[in-house]
């Protein structure tokens, strides 16, 4: 990604297709509903949409089509084909329940998608089966994931982040090496949502955790990732040998990332809900590239407190969305992390701990 301009481009799109879900997750940031809202955008729609995409952006962003659960719209593979023929690398992330099975997986190798997201929390099915609160999940999940890997298609597995699931992180690990990963995402949970309830991990955790996967990396040869965690990448460089600073900022809300919900608002992240505008009344290209929020999200100079001074803010800046769901600020710094700056911040800037 060398010279790669955020502001222009970003490098993930993620698109919530619908809110209805077979599950009833206990971190669901998107508050998931049994049935399909009238309001989504329709096929043509996205198709309007998918053309500004291919038109406007440079380098076309990785298209991953999420939900809720995408698999409830009976016109997914018609939005899949949209979105391979122009020319992204498409990934689906649906949830693992009864509709998903190896041969929808094979109309998606078929259509021409690249990777599937699948999400598994915890490396026993009483972690994973009690956080997503539908027994047998766990088990259909490791099926699903081996009919991936077999299908010759890329296979993440996104893991979340919490105090419930924090134990578990190593053994997580080796599940994720020993079904054969192309990616492993760990989304340190945002409290908003259902997420807000949860039990959260103090910035040491994250610390600990951070930790942990900076050297986990070096022992694989598939991507590592830590979502809303943008942090990540100083600790790699404070603790792996020869570490390289990075020559971009991290992806992160608004900057090289951007969503859009099933109605058609555009945010920064789905774990911030902040819109920008609406693809419904202007191009997503236009928002993206000049709406304020997302500037002023991409500005450095912004941040206050920590974040404000930091050393890395350039490579990191926090996570705008946990800053956002804890204080109320969207510059505010990252109240997950526990970097003291070799500055000090503004005095009116207090620090504020997740607890």
Not at 120 to 146: C, K, L, N, W, Y
Not at 160 to 184: H, I, N, Q, Y
Not at 252 to 258: D, I, T
Not at 300 to 316: D, F, H, N, T
Request: aromatic residues 6%.
């Amino acid at each position: 990604m060398t010279g790669f301009d955020l502001a222009k481009a970003p490098h993930v799109l993620t698109w919530e297709l619908t809110r209805a879900c077979g599950l009833k997750c206990r971190h669901c940031r998107a508050n998931a509903i049994p049935k399909r809202n009238p309001r989504e955008l329709t096929l043509e729609e996205i198709r309007g949409v998918l053309t500004d995409i291919r038109t406007n952006f440079a380098v076309p962003p990785l298209m991953v089509f999420t939900g809720g659960d995408p698999v409830e719209r009976d016109d997914l593979d018609a939005i899949l084909r949209a979105s391979v023929a122009a020319g992204l690398h498409t990934a689906v992330s649906p949830s693992v329940t009864p509709l998903l099975t190896r041969p929808v997986l094979e109309k998606w190798a078929e259509i021409g998608v690249k990777t599937v997201s699948l999400s598994i929390d915890g490396a026993t099915p009483e972690v994973h089966d009690g956080f997503r609160r539908m027994p047998g999940t766990f088990g259909a999940s490791i099926q699903r994931a081996h009919d991936v890997k077999a299908l010759g298609l890329g296979l993440q597995i996104n893991t979340s982040l919490c105090g419930d699931t924090f134990p578990g992180l190593a053994r997580m690990g080796e599940l994720v090496k020993e079904l054969g990963a192309t990616s492993w995402e760990v989304f340190f949970v945002v409290p908003t949502g259902r997420g807000a309830v949860l039990p959260k991990i103090t910035p040491g955790e994250t610390e600990e955790a951070l930790r942990f996967l900076a050297a986990y990396a070096q022992g694989v040869k598939f991507r590592v990732t830590a979502i809303a965690a943008p942090q990540y990448r100083r600790v790699t460089l404070e603790t792996v040998p020869g570490a390289k600073r990075p020559s971009i900022p991290a992806i992160r809300e608004a900057q090289g990332f951007v969503f859009i919900d099933h109605v058609g608002e555009v945010f920064p992240s789905g774990y911030l809900p902040v819109s920008a505008g609406n693809v419904r009344e202007q191009p997503l290209s236009r928002i993206y590239q000049d709406s304020e929020l997302f500037r002023s999200l991409r500005d450095p100079a912004r941040l206050k407190g920590r974040c404000g001074v930091c050393e890395y803010k350039s490579i990191c800046g926090g996570s705008r969305a946990r800053a956002f769901a804890v204080t109320g600020d969207l510059q505010a710094e990252d109240p997950a992390c526990p970097h003291v700056p070799e500055a000090e911040p503004d005095p009116s800037s207090p620090l504020k701990v997740v607890a």
